[in-house]
């Protein structure tokens, strides 16, 4: 078994919704700038497949997929770009780089939970986590986290999975999938108020299966690490899934350009370790980790290396970071 895998494909590069939006090809770039590292240079890499229609219909229905589609089938015939809200447009290449994305996530679940690797990356762009049920937003349009904890359930008799999400903006499409399902669990640290409005703190679930640890504009180390330790670590550890799914988002940076949060490189490889320990005492070390925002390249390229330094690191490594 090994220890860390990292999934990614050429052509979540080919997702571009145009100059100057926040969400662009060069992020794959700067993720994978990290990973040319030499400390990477072991990690086994896999190509992310394209996802089945089966896994997206776990947590989309049929028609949101058939509108998605001929969304994807108008940009690629007119070789332009196609909006599906006021941050979110398709392109002729997204199709394929959205159908990865969320191939990535499944691929990793089936090497997680098969006993492959004990952890995984998905190095994949567009982001999920604001794409509900039968709505893409907020530059997502499947719901990439969802879709990975619905098929460990599915596929791989999980009797629980979780997400732990991090990044700056609330998950709304994630919660929107969990918050009625009490065989999953949702944390999320996020700037409150924010995009997309959601996240709002006392929001529980159907099973006191959702937690909302907001942080107010400014928040930096101490406040972020509080609220995982004191809130989302118990609570998660607590739930004893049989799988963690991380939602990878990089942009409670300082130096991220969407937000005011104020959280440093080691913040990302701190909060990442506390979640692999927590799961090497809760579901032999199982976590999925995908990415979702981070739109400083700099910071971007620092926070992923943190992070994916903490997925590969044994016990003792873990106590240091």
């Known amino acids: 078994m090994t220890d860390c ?7 979540c590069a080919g997702h571009d919704m ?25 990690l086994e890499r ?8 089966d ?20 940009a690629e015939t007119e070789k332009g770009l196609v909006r599906l809200d006021a941050d979110t447009a398709v392109g002729p290449g997204s199709q394929e780089a959205a159908q990865r994305a969320a191939g990535a996530a499944v691929a990793a679940v089936d090497a997680v939970m098969g006993g492959e690797a004990k952890r995984a ?14 709505r893409s937003m907020g530059f997502c349009v499947y719901s ?12 791989h008799g999980a009797h629980r999975a979780a997400v732990v999400d991090f990044d700056v903006h609330h998950g709304n499409g994630t919660e929107a999938c969990f918050e009625n399902e009490p065989a999953l669990f949702y944390a999320s640290t996020h700037q409150w108020p924010l995009y997309p409005g959601t996240g709002r703190p006392g929001v529980s679930g159907v099973a006191e299966n959702i937690l909302n640890a907001a ?3 400014g928040a930096g180390s101490a406040e972020f690490r509080h609220a995982m330790e004191t809130r989302v670590l118990p609570m998660l550890e607590r739930f004893a899934p049989d799988l963690i799914v991380i939602s990878a988002g990089f942009d409670a940076h300082k130096d991220d350009p969407l937000a005011d949060c104020d959280l440093e490189d080691a913040d990302y490889g701190w909060a990442t370790a506390r979640v692999v320990e927590v799961a090497n005492r809760t579901c032999a070390g199982r976590v999925v980790s995908i990415l979702e925002g981070g ?19 044994d016990e003792a490594a873990l106590a240091k970071i």
Do not use: W
Request: a neutral charge.
């Open 215 to 217: 942080l107010p504009p």
């Open 5 to 11: 895998l990292i999934f990614t494909h050429p052509a």
């Open 295 to 313: 739109y400083d390249l700099g910071a971007l390229t620092r926070s992923t290396a943190r992070h994916v330094r903490a997925l590969m690191a």
């Open 121 to 134: 990356f998905c190095a994949v762009r567009p982001p999920g986590h604001h794409a509900e049920p039968d």
């Open 55 to 74: 896994r997206l219909a776990l947590v989309h229905p049929g028609l949101y997929l058939d509108r998605i589609d001929a969304i994807f089938a108008r």
């Open 18 to 42: 145009g100059p100057g939006h926040p969400e662009q090809p060069a992020r794959l770039k700067a993720v994978l700038d990290a990973l040319d590292a030499p400390e990477f240079a072991d």
């Open 46 to 53: 896999r190509e992310a497949p394209i996802v089945a229609r």
């Open 144 to 155: 990439n986290a969802a879709i990975a904890a619905m098929h460990a359930l599915i596929a």
